[in-house]
């Protein structure tokens, strides 16, 4: 079989020329020794209004070709397949990248390529990148309140072991608040980012400590070292729970500060991903809630090598009890 070749500069030149002298395309197929119906193709392919113009056409010829011999992103379509898989499970691209990475035991693809793919050839993914505003918050200055929570322990107090999460066993505490009574205890441990989410039937004191007792009494000891609050009143009771949970101290950041407990505001806005801003909690039920936290805490994170939360804190329950 006649190896196929391509058609020259100079070929598509004198297409036009004899074209352009009424030749017949068997004419002018003997002429050039090329089938006629390939030159009839490249005709019906490249005329424009204004006429067949060569040049234009042997550009957009080395266009196609050029097209033709790059690489899929990511590696090919299955690897797309499963990336667009775990962006829709709600995953980032960090996370789909590390989580790849892991399982093929070498660097194979990056958060940046994903980024790229995403906006350059399915960007109906890009509503599931985390974190879009419609606007900006307003910035400036908040008025301050006072604050009057007895018993008050500042977080410069914490041990250098937990602020550096070489200790396991420290909490990080927050209320989710929703447009009903009802509100969610988010608490989370912050070297295995373990979470566990509990639903109240109001914001008071009382149930929010009856929460954290729920949690922490299952525990064993050397897993509830100390909790971390913010300065709402609704962590006024944190030291009965410590009367309650023999070993339990409590930290506060400075006000305004939330930041001084970033692992819970991180795990607040994933919980947000599921129950937006203005959303009443009062419907919302134990199963439903159930199904968020699980989703968190079997989602891999780069901070602990891709395993997931529940990788990390049950490997530390397995060791406690042998």
């Known amino acids: 079989m006649k190896p196929y070749k391509r058609l020259t500069p100079d070929e598509r030149d004198r297409i036009a020329i004899l074209r352009s002298q009424n030749k017949k395309w068997r004419e002018i197929g003997l002429v050039l020794g090329r089938s006629h119906t390939t030159l009839s193709r490249e005709w019906n392919k490249n005329k424009k209004k204004g006429g067949y113009r060569p040049h234009a056409a042997q550009r957009e010829a080395e266009e196609r070709q050029k097209e033709s011999h790059c690489r899929l992103r990511l590696g090919g379509r299955v690897r797309q397949h499963k990336v667009e898989q775990m962006l829709m499970g709600g995953w980032s691209p960090e996370t789909v990248a590390g989580r790849i990475n892991f399982e093929a035991q ?9 980024y790229q793919w995403i906006y350059a050839e399915a960007p109906h ?17 908040r008025r301050k309140k006072k604050v009057c929570i007895p018993l008050r322990i500042p977080l410069n107090q914490r041990s250098e072991d937990a602020n550096n999460r070489i200790e396991s066993g420290h909490w990080e505490s927050d209320l989710i608040i929703g447009t009903g009574c009802f509100a969610i205890q988010g608490t989370v441990e912050r070297v295995s980012r373990k979470t566990f989410l509990r639903r109240i039937p109001n914001k ?11 949690i922490f009494s299952l525990l064993p000891k050397n897993l509830r070292r100390s909790i971390t609050y913010d300065n ?9 729970l410590n009367q309650d949970i023999p070993g339990l101290l409590s930290f506060f950041c400075e006000p305004y500060h939330s930041w001084e407990k970033g692992a819970i505001e991180n795990r607040n806005g994933l ?11 009062d419907d919302l039920t134990d199963k439903e809630l159930q199904a968020i936290e699980d989703w968190i805490n079997n989602r891999p994170m780069k901070c ?10 049950n490997s530390w329950l397995g060791a406690i009890a042998a």
Do not use: C, W
């Open 271 to 281: 919980v947000r991903r599921f129950l937006p801003k203005k959303t009443s909690f």
């Open 125 to 141: 993914l890009a509503e599931y990148l985390t974190r879009h505003h419609s606007q900006r918050k307003p910035r400036g200055p």
């Open 106 to 114: 070498r660097k194979v693809i990056s958060h940046e390529a994903i």
């Open 204 to 214: 008071t004191a009382n149930e929010n400590r009856s929460a954290l007792f729920g």
């Open 304 to 313: 602990l090598g891709y395993k997931t939360p529940n990788e990390v804190f």
């Open 232 to 240: 709402g009143t609704e962590n006024s009771e944190h030291y009965i």
